[in-house]
């Protein structure tokens, strides 16, 4: 039964992801309101590229659900990969999405989403880029155990990651001097420099709250029988 509810999961939630990044593709045929600019597209926004990272998550999770258990090295493969992708990325990166856009956005909504994409995205389309990425990853969490690569490298792939995304979102700055964020524009030099490591060191705790319940929820048995199918 809990396979079924896994695979059933598993597929509702790369539908419903495929069917989100869909909608942002369409709308950004529209004419943007302020707050968007066309440099970069979407690309250049952290909430899209989570968008992207989930949605390659549960159709990898998918295609694994499919595969039968223990035979061949594609499936192994298929399963690290899987794996690796949401230990690394998509729990970390999705929790971060969520606690930083609320949090910003409750102090000053100007400084992250601005009230003239309340015309441009119905709510609806708000929360599911910001809200229920939560509650999936939760459930995935609860669902499945994930095999976590050695701390180390999981810290430093998650390093690079931020390192390059900050450079990105730096280099649009120089490129059309519009920030990503309307928030990076009230920073000095040393400032923005405080923010992109402080964010960094965020997401890495992150990481290691994916880890740590990934381990009490699951413990060591289920963990070293996942490492064998």
Not at 14 to 38: C, M, N, S, T
Not at 41 to 61: C, D, S
Not at 156 to 170: C, E, H, M, R
């Amino acid at each position: 039964m809990t396979g079924i509810v896994k695979k059933l999961y598993h597929v509702a939630a790369f539908g419903w992801y495929a069917f989100v990044v869909q909608y942002l593709y369409a709308k950004g045929k529209e004419d943007p309101p302020d707050g968007i600019f066309p440099y970069g597209g979407p690309w250049k926004y952290l909430t899209f590229i989570n968008l992207i990272v989930q949605m390659v998550f549960f159709g990898l999770a998918s295609m694994k659900d499919l595969q039968p258990l223990g035979k061949g090295s594609k499936v192994t493969l298929l399963c690290l990969t899987k794996d690796l992708l949401f230990s690394v990325f998509a729990f970390p990166l999705g929790l971060l999405v969520v606690l930083l856009f609320w949090g910003i956005f409750t102090y000053d909504r100007q400084l992250v989403y601005p009230a003239s994409l309340d015309n441009f995205f119905p709510p609806w389309a708000n929360h599911a880029m910001h809200t229920l990425v939560l509650p999936v990853l939760l459930g995935e969490v609860i669902l499945e155990p994930h095999i976590y690569p050695k701390t180390r490298n999981g810290l430093a792939a998650l390093g690079v990651a931020g390192l390059f995304y900050s450079g990105w979102v730096i280099w649009v700055y120089v490129s059309v001097g519009i920030w990503v964020y309307p928030l990076l524009g009230r920073f000095s030099t040393v400032g923005l420099m405080a923010f992109f490591i402080s964010n960094i060191f965020v997401v890495i705790m992150l990481y290691l709250l994916g880890q740590t319940l990934n381990f009490r929820i699951w413990g060591k048995h289920h963990l070293k029988i996942r490492r064998r199918d």
